[in-house]
């Protein structure tokens, strides 16, 4: 039970990351891929980029694990890591510009990432 808690932890945390750029622009996660999904189906090339891509199986595959008797440790690890990806590039450019919105933003997915790798790891297969 916990391994499904911390995963669906993981999918809503990662959710919540906010970015910012220039030109008073920025945009949640959530917002940003209800977008993708909406170009997904009239316009799928414009979404093909690993940035995009790479977050959203990570999502799908934490979702398919959710209906899992015993959420499978591998896809979740493959879900972090393709979570991680993005979230992790985020928190970083968060710290190089000092954009604190961006740096607590991204600070619960990795704290529950983080939790989640050492459930795992210290499960019994």
Do not use: D
Request: glycine share 6%; aromatic share 12%; net charge positive.
């Amino acid at each position: 039970m916990k391994s499904k808690i911390l995963n669906f932890l993981l999918i809503i945390t990662s959710l919540l990351g906010y970015l910012e750029w220039s030109g008073n622009n920025h945009i949640f996660l959530f917002k940003a891929e209800a977008e993708i999904f909406l170009k997904l189906f009239t316009n799928p090339l414009s979404v093909l980029h690993p940035f995009t891509i790479l977050p959203l199986v990570g999502q799908i595959l934490l979702l398919i694990t959710l209906f899992q008797k015993t959420p499978n440790k591998t896809l979740s690890f493959i879900s972090i890591a393709g979570l991680g990806l993005l979230l992790g590039f985020m928190f970083i450019i968060g710290l190089l510009s000092l954009n604190f919105k961006v740096i607590i933003s991204t600070i619960p997915f990795i704290i529950v990432s983080v939790l989640a790798i050492r459930h795992y790891k210290n499960k019994i297969p």
